[in-house]
């Protein structure tokens, strides 16, 4: 009987609350201030902010959000091969512009 | 008697994955058209971007961001069996999103008024390279909102299967994968902020 109510309390852990993900929400409106911000300091530093802060974002709602950090690793083998797949075509597409 | 039901609640959400993956390289095909783009008329596109309106792209990032941790939220408390909380918070995102539309419409709005729309006669006086960022604008965040609009009809049927008990503690997957879909249009959002607006 004990046994039964560990394995369920254990099951409630599981299932992150409330807390963290207003956190995850505060830290994700942080990160828009700050690519606001470095967007208007020069042209440069934006698009540094683009290709830092922007996938960092995407990260965390992914991770987050979308509960990946819960999941078993096929999930995240099949989003990687997606992304890795598009990363294929960009490199291709750049290296035929960079060559023209 | 409920033994024979069958239940795959991983499968269900694999298969929404596999979806998810197909909307991601729909819009990173547009992404990379945006890259090359952008390399070949860097000028253009810079003052193509000065003419959109920071102040509303960020005002909906945050709209977007907010609806994205309601749906979370509402997801915690149906499995805490809060359902009039789970209620509230799908509400709210319902709200956000359309919030998120009113915006987008009246942006668009002003873009028409100027004679920016697509095809239109100011358009083809403007200079290559800016024809092609404004027909990427209305491309990228046409469809963007599109998802919006397709996300908020999932949602809305979500808060109503909630409030029927159709989804309750034992049984959410449909709200989880529901959920999903909203993530990923707000994952979207987050990279056309500084691909028009931030950073062009």
Redesign the interface.
Known sequence: MSEHVEQSSEHAVE????GT??K??VV??IL?GC??GM?LVS?TY??W??LTL?PL??GL??Y????LRY?GP??KI??LV??G??LI??AL??SD?AFR | MTGHIHRDDFGS??GM??FL?TE??LF??L??AY??MR?RYPAEF?HGGSELN?TLG?IN??VL??S??T???AI?AV?RAEKRRAMAFLGTTLVLGLTFLVIKSFEWGAKFHHGLYPNSPHLATLPPGEQVFFGLYFTMTGLHGLHVIAGLSVLGVMLWWVATDRIRQDHYIHL?NG??YW??V??IW??L???FY??A
């Open positions: 299932h992150p609350g409330y993900f207003i995850v929400w994700l409106l828009t690519l606001v967007s042209q934006a698009v902010g683009l922007t974002k995407a709602v992914f987050f959000f979308m509960h999941e096929l999930f099949v989003i997606t992304l797949t598009l075509f960009f597409l750049f512009v | 959400r694999l994955w596999l993956v991601m390289v990173g095909g992404f990379i890259s090359y390399y810079h920071v960020v990032t945050v961001l907010t994205s941790l749906v979370v939220l915690v499995q989880e959920g999903l993530h990923l707000d994952v987050i990279f902020l500084p691909l931030l950073a």
